[in-house]
């Protein structure tokens, strides 16, 4: 439910006399290329160096008592440009053939491929987006082609190049270049001015350029990404995995690590006082709404900001008076009454655009910046073990999905989101948890667009205990991503839990290096979010010590799969209700295999009837306990590719799914999942 702010508009207006501010922080004393070189290069695989602490310099800072996050010395601002172009703002897009050429040695740096100087007319081309992994990897989608080979499995360093010619209109604009996606990690220069560095496969990030743009000139953009290799030799018998303590994941996991600029890039002019960030929050008749604005010029400014609250939403503009002092970031606080706005629900998914409108001066003057964001009016709270939208009970029939196909692997077109999400509405599911990354812009608008309710997920999977400490106490990548996570995703009204962490391992003794790490990732994500969204994860055991910290019980079961029977799973949902009758259980993962055209006895192992059987007896005992179970979550929508020192003999495709990978052809537990009932039609 969303937290009462300010008691009423009025007070409001009042306040907006002194705007809360801090200065912006300093960069980019922090922002170098990590010292000393990669390791390995001469006895295996390389691994990528790392600084101190990740190296984006991701925190939050209380600004009037909003969290705002902060990267690269700057907020993090909206990624909307991906699809839309605010008329204030000027915009060149990077999404097009670029130079590329693999560094399996790491010279590149040595040798000065960063530079605008470096001849790379031998290099070679890649588009932008596209993961490298299709660049050269015949039969990547088929289960009988030959695991191993092919740029698939081309790891290390590889670099991109290109050129832009930069307006000379640019001169007094505040300039970034945004990639939503850079697979593992990227630097950036700008003609040989190095930006900052980047780690998290999934997460966009954008670098402020303003030291290294020479507008009125043609530059040259150079990208240095990095995969860590998952194994020393692909094609053993039984490979050695290659792990990283900083990275997230930091083993080779169950879900291919896609590589390169996978999703769109830009580069974005700016006013020098600029609108970064619009997070609201509607609920109980009324809009929250808090604009993030900058300053980056050497003057302060006076001006006014004007939130319209949308076409249909019954709410009037509210306009209140600004000042943002020079080099600072200022948070202006509005609410508008929303008398008989349209509600968001799976079954109405009624959306609304909001636009906030910066002008100089007072009223009438001339307009200086705007952002405008998609809202719902949407009440989600946690009572008496139920998950409730709108006061009412809640069920979620879930699937859990990978972002990929096989032609392109994680730099899917809409076309192939549409196809693929389009199984989600035809199964008749309400819920995708998108499990274990974040995804791509498209897939959160989609969400909002077709009422499909989403639970969020960050890398954090199969960490052990080692790299949770690490993670809490030094480096702190898992907790950058969980606050870009809530930041990104805040204003969506799909997203509906913040998920943690994905099967990582549980210390003893009372597990204190476990807890202390959700802790701190739940802190993150209640720090940004004024919506107070809850949080689960999806935990390995049922009998998870830290389960007192979460919103909503999470763990997957394998009942009759890896482990006891399938008639096992109602008593644990009984244990786990008695230890907390107050909390709902949602179960994150459960599901079996089949190979595709396999059939049998439905107690045999691996044929479609197997997989539709122990589906259907997962599903009866967690719908007799729908008081106290919030829902479902199948193990998997589609067969997916992966690296796991398993499924090998299949071209690495784990075949888990209701659809086949490259064909997504329905085996017979898609109907089976379609045909299942929501308890009282929810």
Known sequence: MTPSLHPSRRAVVTALGAVAAVALPAWPETARAADGTAVGAANGPVLDTHPLTEPSGTHVRDIGGTGVVFQYGAVLPAFDGWRGREPTRDHLSLDKRWRFRFDPADQGLDEGWQSPHHDDRAWGLIDVPAAWDLLNTPGFGSQSAPFGTGTAFADGYAWYRTTVDIPASWRARHVRIAFLAAGYSAEVWLDGTHLGKHEGANSPFALPVSGALRPGRRQTIAVRVFRRASYTDYRA???????????????????????????????????????????????????????????????????????????GSGGRPTGVGVRIAARTAGVVPVVIPLPGAPRWSPASPHTLTARATLTAGGSGGPRVDTLSTVYGVRELTVTEARLRLHGEPLFLKGLNWHEETAAHGRAMTPAEYDRELGHVTALGANFIRNCVYNRHPYVYDWADAHGVLVMDDIDTMWLNTAQEKLQTERYGLARALALTMAWNQHNHPSVILWGLQNESEIDADGAPVYRAWLADLKAAVKSVDLTARPVTWASNTSNDPAFDLADVIGFNEYFGYFYGRDADLGPTLDAVHARYPDKPILITENGTWAIAGTHGAGTTQGTEEWQAESFGAHWAQVTARSAFVAGFTYWVLKDYKERAGYNQDYNGISVMGLLTFAEQRPKLVYDVFRKAAVPGGE
């Open 237 to 311: 018998s039984a490979p050695q995995p290659v792990t990283d303590d900083h990275e997230l994941p930091y083993k080779p996991v169950d879900h291919w690590p896609y590589a390169g600029l996978t999703r769109s890039a830009w580069i974005e002019a700016v006013p020098q006082v600029t609108v970064a960030k619009l997070l609201v929050s509607a609920a109980d008749g009324r809009l929250e709404a808090r604009a993030v604005v900058e300053n980056h010029g050497d003057s302060d400014f006076d001006g006014r900001l004007t939130l319209d609250p949308g076409r």
